[in-house]
């Protein structure tokens, strides 16, 4: 039976029926995965997920298209083990899961490049071991680069999580100024010239809108702010 951890990063963040909520409890979400006619819910998990895997594809040196083509097996793989899988917390963490399958399926596209055709236990061919124990590349040093875009992505998806939660609480210029001033990395005097206003107007934005992301990535966390 195919187990999926849970840990502190897993845990129920409040009710999942709710329609209004972005981010909706990945726990019950994945329980909602079982069932494959569920288009609601695979739509859900594939807006969550697709582009942090995307990205962390094209980040370790694939092309687009194969970087999509990463995206679709994962999803696939995921699909795979949902039917029988069960939450185990002493086997780590959902997030270390998924990169788990994400690893394999960019490992298995450096793989088609050197041989020019596709590789055998491919999540739409059969042939392989179980979608749970497939195995990440085996070069420590990958592994470690791995790792770390992981985290670095998985940290942006959190964020782009809360901002979708705030984006309709917040005055839509205070999330310009904050857009501008952290994500962009743009100077307070090159805030105030490009959008006119003063610079306490721009701290008290960027604070603000600051704090509601902070209270929102502890929510989807779980964790006090």
Known sequence: ???????????????????????PTRRSLLHRLKNW????????????????????????????????EVVQETILSVAKAMKDFEY??????????????????????????????????????GGGPPADQLPVPADPAAVAALEQLWDEEWKQNLLAAALQRVRGRVNPKHLQIFDLCVQQQKSVREVCRFLGVGAAAVYLARHRVGRLLQQEIARIKDRPV
Do not use: H
């Open 37 to 68: 006619e569920d288009q609601t819910s695979w739509q859900a998990f594939f807006d969550m997920y697709w582009r942090l895997i995307y990205r962390v594809a094209v980040r370790s040196g694939l092309s687009e298209s194969e970087a999509e």
């Open 88 to 125: 185990d917390p002493a086997r780590g963490s959902f997030k270390g899961w998924l990169l788990q399958l994400t690893g394999w399926r960019i490992a298995n596209q450096f793989v088609r490049r050197k041989r020019a055709a596709p590789v055998t236990g491919t999540a739409d061919g």
């Open 1 to 23: 039976m195919t187990q999926v951890p849970q840990t502190e990063d897993d845990r129920p963040t409040g009710d999942a029926s709710g329609t209004d909520d972005p981010l």
